[in-house]
């Protein structure tokens, strides 16, 4: 029988071998982790906090987008690079 590899897993498979590893010796960067490029293929769940450590104050020209709706449908909470929560609105798409 060859010999199993980690390319064969599954998703399922892959996830609970990285939990039960990282619970059981979490690595002492952890907090220092830097990722420069995520690619997430179908989905990215971020069950806790999100931080965000760029920011811009400018975006590009208003142009001819008409207003947004008076009322979310809700909103995210984030911490900006200062460590600010922050609430940003998300509306439904049409």
Do not use: C, H
Request: negative net charge; charged residues 20%.
């Amino acid at each position: 029988m060859p010999a199993e590899t980690i390319g064969d897993w599954t998703t399922p498979q892959l996830v609970k071998f990285m939990e039960e590893t990282l619970r059981q010796s979490p690595p002492s960067r952890i907090p220092e982790l830097i990722s420069e490029d995520l690619t997430v293929a179908n989905q990215l769940t971020i069950s806790d906090e999100m931080q965000l450590s760029q920011r811009q104050s400018t975006v590009g020209s208003a142009g001819g987008a008409t207003a947004l709706p008076a009322t979310p449908t809700g909103y995210f909470i984030i911490k900006d690079y200062t460590g600010q929560n922050r609430a940003v609105p998300y509306y439904d798409v049409n």
